[in-house]
């Protein structure tokens, strides 16, 4: 067993971890457009003496009622003359909504509905400030203070809504440390919108947790090829299995970690960290985390350049999170949402936009413009002949020449039929009823069952030996060897534009034996290398087959405009 020497570490990258997926979320920082916020909030608003009249759904979708000014100065003379004064306030907000450039649009014109309820438990006050409620989303913003200040991290297990017919939404949660005001700032996120402008829902946040990063040395060589196992005991985690896979110029270190405790799987999130002179050395591609094995114990995949890791006095770590405090109490508050002012400057088009590409057909239906956010729905027509999904990997919309990065989000929820793409407002987007409006999907990746001959795996040994076959016209490498009384098969193209096999098997039917993928493969990382495992293979030789493989072309696009 490795010896381990415990330390405490400030300072995680949980939230940076957490947003990952929208990295190419472009952030602005300059003022909004105040002429086109002015002109959809006039256009909302009734005439004196009035009450508000919602907008038929029939009603054209730019075209919007007349209304005087002078009904609506007094009102918005505060949100209007002062723009400097919110951008102000709102520079506390800035680092939370670094991947959320829409809420911060929202937030800068004064869009937001101001609750300003809280409650205390156990010293620590949970402050509501803002919703933002329009069609496409609900965000409620909020500050925690408390005397929990030194954790890295703060969350609750359990924040959701319960709507008019009590109904439990679920979101997600983030919070970040804001040293000037001494308090934790966050936001709770759901796709789901109430279905009036007006609506009476219950806000609820359980169990506040408190946590830190813990960093153990530990004695590893990831390039000998023994499997290492790291005795923990403490912290409701029991033992840390790694080993090491060379691929290429990578090296893939994957590791298996299994628990005394099960809850604590919801966020110890094991890893290694590798140091040079007490600088961390960055891994390359994707980190996958949290998948379940065999045995119940969870997995975790890194990848580091081999360059990095053959140098001379490395230092390895063992980090995780570990839970510190938690204050089993509920926060509970009755809101009354209202989305009408964010109606204003919201536009529905309906269409009938087909996408076509190498026999698969997506039709976009809706796109759904808010203050915050551009939504597309698609649906499904065709699909690829392995994929219920459009063979691109990334998408974009250009309105008038500004690409805005998003991309499908499903918040948890698999619809097969339709696909939902989301797109963030940056801050001094101008848009209008003659905008153009793109939809873009970039980096082709399409996958191919047409390989049906098996791989000839002779003298397997724990000695590495490989051979080479053709794919779909494409040259690769497989390499195979036994390590630990396990089957490993390797596959590798020098050819990017092979995309990589998915996943190999042995046999058919009732003798078939599917191999395990140690690495996993996602189409657009630039990754062909793949690593499949039989457990326990006895045998010398083997006869393997491909289930699918993938050809990418990065530089490949479809775009086609979005107009009704």
Known sequence: MKKIKERTVIGMDKVEETFTQFQNDEVQLDYPDFDAMWGRIEASLPEPNKKLIKVPASAPKWRWLQHRKVAVISSLALLLVAAPVLATVTNKWDSLFNYRSGIQTALLSGLGQNIDQFVINDGVRLTLKTAIVDDNRTVIIYTISSAIKAADYLKFSTMEIKDSHGRVIEGMQSQTWDEASQ?????????????????????????????????????????????????????????????????????????????????????????????????????????????????????????????????????????????????????????????????????????????????????????????????????????????????????????????????????????????????????????????????????????????????????????????????????VKWTYYKRDGNLYVQSECEDPSFGGVNQTYMGKGADGMSGKQVSPHFSGDGVNTGLDVYKNYAGTDAEIYIFWYYVENPNKEIRVELKE
Not at 189 to 217: H, I, M, Y
Not at 369 to 395: L, M
Not at 398 to 404: A, F, H, R, S, T
């Open 183 to 475: 308090t934790w700032n966050g936001y709770f996120e759901t796709d789901w919108s109430p279905d009036t402008q007006l609506s009476d829902v219950q806000f609820t946040a359980k169990n506040l947790q408190s946590f830190s990063g813990v960093k153990r040395d530990i004695e590893f060589n990831p390039l000998s090829e023994k499997t290492n196992l790291f005795t923990i005991k403490q912290d409701g985690i029991n033992e840390v299995k790694v080993e090491s896979f060379v691929q290429g110029d990578q090296i893939m270190l994957s590791s298996a970690v299994t628990y005394s405790q099960k809850d604590v799987k919801d966020w110890t999130y094991p890893s290694i960290g590798v140091y040079k002179d007490n600088v961390n050395v960055r891994g390359v591609g994707t980190d996958v985390a949290g998948t379940p094995g065999e045995q119940g114990e969870v997995m975790r995949k890194q990848s580091f350049k081999l360059a990095d890791l053959e140098q001379a006095d490395l230092q390895y770590k063992l980090l995780y999170t570990r839970e510190e405090q938690s204050i089993n109490k509920v926060w509970a508050y009755n809101l009354h949402l209202d989305k009408t002012v964010m109606l204003s400057g919201t536009i529905k088009r309906t269409m009938n936009v087909p996408l076509v590409a190498s026999g698969a057909r997506l039709d976009v239906e809706q796109m759904t413009i808010t203050p915050t956010q551009i939504k597309i729905k698609a649906r499904h027509v065709e699909s690829d002949r392995f994929h219920d999904r459009f063979p691109y990997v990334n998408y974009a919309l250009d309105v008038d020449g500004k690409v805005l990065n998003g991309g499908e989000y499903t918040f948890g929820k698999y619809d097969p039929e339709f696909s939902y793409y989301r797109f963030e407002i940056p801050v001094g987007l101008k848009l209008t009823k003659q905008s153009s409006i793109f939809f873009v999907a970039k980096y082709e990746s399409r996958a191919f069952r047409d390989a049906k001959e098996p791989i000839l795996l002779k003298d397997i040994s724990e000695e590495e030996k490989s051979l080479t076959t053709l794919v779909g016209g494409y040259t």
